[in-house]
């Protein structure tokens, strides 16, 4: 049996620090490598010449692409990316908390290469399973999968070098 040197309650005073500070370092990453991606794709947008096509075309698939028509087209569908905009850095705020805790218990160092590769894989398949739940093709409009595969290996990156910079001293054990 190994005696840490500290009593049962440090012990679970520093395991619920450690978890708090993962919870919040990954959801800042996530919040940040989702601004990130809004960045990048405003910018993919602009050099195609059609500002917020994509988080147009986007919520207007996973949430429905009805034009009422009238006067108050042009405010809903805003009302539409505004609601996407929040549930798209809800997702990245949950798979930066994600990362932070695979980190963590898996005691992986912070890479940049663990980073992309947690990028293409994780945020991929989120976005991948969000389009078959939503029975969107993405041959129909918006940016394509390569776009995507770019963008989500960013994110990745963004995620592990706010992990690194934030957890940058881990706490004595």
């Not at 207007?60 to 405010?75: H, Q, R, T, V, W």
């Not at 569908?77 to 932070?100: D, K, Q, S, Y």
């Not at 940016?143 to 290996?153: C, I, K």
Request: aromatic share 12%; proline share 4%.
């Amino acid at each position: 049996m190994r005696f840490s040197g500290r009593s049962a309650y440090g012990d679970l005073r520093l395991h619920r620090e450690l978890l708090l500070r993962d919870y919040r370092d990954g959801a800042v990453a996530g919040l940040l490598a989702g601004t990130t991606l809004i960045v990048l794709f405003f910018v993919y947008d602009v050099l195609s010449f059609a500002p917020l096509a994509t988080p147009d075309f986007l919520s207007g698939e996973f949430l429905g692409n009805e034009d009422p028509g009238g006067e108050y087209a042009p405010m809903l569908r805003t009302v539409r990316m505004v609601i996407f905009t929040f549930l798209h850095l809800a997702a990245f705020a949950f798979l930066g908390i994600a990362l932070a805790r695979l980190l963590h218990f898996a005691q992986l160092k912070k890479a940049v290469l663990a980073g992309a590769l947690y990028g293409l894989t994780a945020c991929t398949l989120l976005f991948g399973v969000s389009l078959q739940v939503s029975g969107t093709e993405m041959s129909a409009g918006g940016p394509g999968w390569p776009a995507v595969l770019v963008v989500n290996v960013a994110a990745g990156i963004v995620m592990v070098i706010y992990l690194r910079w934030a957890q940058g001293v881990e706490p004595s054990r």
